[in-house]
């Protein structure tokens, strides 16, 4: 799950990590009294789950489509050299009056980036944080790395770009520091790190507790990724984080509800909100006009495979796991006809866990409950199978049905009108 | 012969809710010896004509089980993982899904340097259908007593990989879903490591998917050490990147975790890559004609 910046500003803020002064607005008017409070020199940030937000455009939402285009055809559009008043989600201000301006410019609009996709993203709130002036910029961010099984720290000297950037073109400039589970964050973690940045005295004993205090947020909170993009050195010598990404492990959420009710649901696809909502948690919408019903996400990745060497789009992904209720089943397949590009469906299941006669009746439920109006190809295999056989049998149901993997999805495509 | 699980196995169920209770069932209906089933509050009773004991530590020293299967739900799973680990089990087989990663880091290190073997989580387990033993989830009628060991890392393509190949004729000797998820105990790479010092196994099938790097590993070893034929297949090679398509382990990050670059590791490693996954078992009765096997 990931997390606002001025929400995750407040879980690392916790655990003692220092930032800039500043706190979330709703409208102009809490923009221009946190700006007072700040002493006026303040930078407003557009809080929305995507980057690029520097150099993004803010405009109404029937203008997102073009100009999502705009910025990802023409690379002199996402340079940063272009100004003007729709220019950047992310604005510096003077004095308070500024900041008010800044926010009202901001707030209300959809803010489109090379990141955000073609819907752009509302900018419901704005972060008002004191202006810094820095002196050097640098990268931190902490991941797992599952091969070792243990929290690793990443860091580089070059901060304030795009860390996949650097990555490709120079991935020596990224130090990597494993962390002992068992043993914690222990002292030489830090004094190894702030050494192998260039950091001397104070400053790295700043650091050193700068980075303490994002590994215990990290473990506190059942991270994935805490990330600090950039961490400054000011110009009168303190050790600030600019920015703040916290992404939670969605299997810890169960033990983090205060985290959980951060939750932004209007940042997320509005069809996979749905199909959280119904207890379809896998689901990933895609461009396609296939609907995918399957069990496995190892099986509905190769199911995507395969529609696509046979010629044809999945609509989207979707695992609908161990299924116990033909309810959750129907649920799937209500979700994937609220997508209109939909032009037909292919259930593909391969009982182990999952029963394949549970999947028959969602199946033949759904054609009861709601309107499918899309062919519906249908390949079962495996656990109870004989008994789901039956049951599509005696429906009478006018799916159409097939037993090999591949010549399931040539029917799908077919089915979709766009024969291979 | 196999690997993991054979006629010894000794099978200790932990978490015998709906789903494991069920699973057990067909175990034993499948011909696995099953010795013991955990419940904390149901000791002294039996399931399924399986006697329950209250701790893993108990089960063993009465029953000498030697394999545990896993279906506790995720949020006791890692503590059951260590139950069994600590009980002395050699051979832990997790099919729990959702655990907590920062969980599966404590798990981790507490099994380093130990020589319990952990599969999974997020896994269907293991199985030797030549001596019908099953510590997993996989239907049991699809398998074929054979000579190509399996190792994939989703389980229901563990199924379509084996359909594909008992339909060709092609039986298994063992096969190993290692799981999806970042933090697993025995990765592709040490999977493949035992199929290939396995005299039963004669060629092996490789499952793979998107994200990580863990194919490529598995691509250095296989050039360097294995002779027998190697079949792979990468799932997600359509999927759009930065998403996260259920595995927390596919997600497409950096060049490694891309399918194109999986696949070529492997052509390089000398493996038979199948671009389709409706065309694995024909792709591993071409690469056993090849090699006259």
Redesign the interface.
């Known amino acids: 799950m990931k997390l606002h910046e001025y929400q995750a500003r407040d879980l690392l803020a916790s655990q003692g990590v220092p930032l800039p002064g500043g706190r979330v607005a709703s409208t102009a008017a809490e923009a221009r009294q946190i700006a007072e409070e700040l002493g006026g020199r303040v930078v407003v940030k557009a809080q929305i789950h995507a980057g690029g937000r520097g150099k993004g455009r803010l405009v109404a939402a029937s203008e997102t489509a073009a100009m999502f285009q705009t910025l990802t055809t023409d690379p002199a559009n996402n340079s940063g050299q272009v100004k003007g008043d729709r220019v950047g989600g992310v604005r510096l201000a003077d004095t308070a009056a500024e900041a008010e301006a800044a926010a009202a410019a901001i707030l209300g609009k959809h803010l489109v980036s090379i990141q955000t996709g073609p819907e752009g993203k509302l900018v419901k709130n704005v972060l008002v944080a004191a202006q810094t002036d820095v002196a050097k910029e640098y990268y931190v961010a902490i991941i ?1 790395d ?2 070792q ?3 690793l720290i990443m860091a580089s000297t070059e901060g304030g770009q795009e860390i996949e950037v650097v ?2 073109k120079n991935p020596d400039a990224i130090l990597r520091q494993p962390v ?3 043993a914690g964050f222990e002292p030489y973690v830090g004094r190894v790190v702030a050494a192998r940045l260039g950091f001397e005295g104070d400053q790295a004993a700043q650091f050193t507790k700068l980075l303490e205090g994002l590994y215990k947020t990290f ?1 506190a909170t ?1 991270a ?1 990724l805490v990330e600090v993009n950039p961490l400054v050195v000011t110009t009168d010598g303190k050790v600030l984080a600019l920015d703040a990404k916290v992404t939670i ?1 969605d ?2 959420l ?2 983090h509800k205060d985290i959980e009710a951060l939750r932004d649901k209007d940042e997320e696809d509005p069809l996979e909100v749905m199909a959280q909502e119904l207890g379809v948690a ?1 689901f ?1 919408k ?1 461009e396609g006009n296939i609907g995918c019903v ?16 046979a010629g044809g789009e ?1 609509a989207n ?1 979707l ?1 609908i ?2 299924v ?1 209720d033909p309810q959750r089943v129907v649920n799937a397949l209500q979700v994937i006809l609220e997508d209109p590009s939909v032009k037909a469906i292919f259930v593909n299941i ?4 999952a029963r394949v006669d549970i999947i028959a009746q969602g199946v033949i439920d759904a054609h009861k409950q709601l309107k499918i109006d899309v062919p519906v190809v249908m390949r079962l ?3 109870n199978l004989a008994e789901g056989e039956k049951l599509i049998e005696e429906s009478g149901l006018p799916v159409i049905r097939a037993t ?4 399931a ?1 040539r029917k799908s495509v077919e089915a979709a009108g766009k024969v291979a | 012969m196999s690997v993991l699980v054979d006629e010894n196995t000794r099978l200790l169920v932990q978490g015998i809710g ?2 494991g209770a069920n ?1 057990m069932r067909r175990s034993i209906a499948y011909g696995t010896n099953v010795v013991a089933a955990i419940h904390p509050r149901r000791g002294g009773e039996q399931q399924d004509g399986v006697p329950i004991w209250t701790t893993v530590d108990a089960a063993v020293r009465e029953t000498g089980a030697n394999v545990s299967i896993i279906f506790v739900p ?2 006791g799973a890692a503590d059951a993982i260590l139950e069994a680990h600590a009980a002395g089990v050699p051979l832990i087989v997790c ?1 729990t ?10 798990v ?2 507490a099994l ?1 340097g130990s020589k319990t073997v952990l599969i999974g989580p997020n896994c ?1 387990g293991v199985i030797t259908p030549g001596t019908k033993t099953r510590v997993g ?3 049991g009628d ?1 398998f074929l007593p054979g000579n190509v060991g399996v190792v ?6 563990v ?2 990989v084996v ?1 594909q190949l008992t339909n060709e004729g092609i039986g298994q000797s063992t096969c190993i879903g290692v799981g ?5 105990g025995t ?1 592709q790479i040490e999977a493949i490591r035992m199929l290939n010092e396995d005299a039963g196994t004669k060629a092996i099938v490789m ?1 793979g ?2 994200g ?3 194919e490529q ?1 598995a691509a250095a070893y296989i050039k360097e050490h294995v002779k027998k034929p190697v079949v792979a ?1 990468i ?6 990147p930065g ?1 996260r ?6 997600i497409i990050s ?2 490694d975790g891309k399918a194109e670059n999986k696949k070529a590791a492997l052509r390089a490693a000398g493996a038979y890559v199948s ?5 694995i078992g024909a792709t591993m009765k071409r690469a056993l004609q090849e090699r006259g096997l």
């Open positions: 797992i599952g091969a099984g243990s929290p990555a490709h002992n589970p068992a473990v059942d994935s492990d299997n810890a169960f033990r896998n990933i895609l399957v069990n496995g996400a190892g099986l509905a990745m190769a199911t995507m495979d395969t529609i696509k060497l999945p992904f695992d796991g161990t116990n391969f009982g182990g866990m295999v495996g656990t090999e993997l591949g010549d999805a | 709906t789903e699973h995720a949020p099919i899904e959702g655990i907590p990663v920062m969980d599966m880091v404590k981790k290190a380093a269907p989830i996989m239907p699809v994939s890392r989703s389980g229901t393509l199924y379509e359909a999806g998820d970042p933090i697993i990765r499952v998917e998107i990580g790097s863990a590993e297949f799932a997600g090679a359509t999927a759009p998403r398509m259920g595995h927390a382990g596919a950096g060049e671009d389709s996954p409706a065309e």
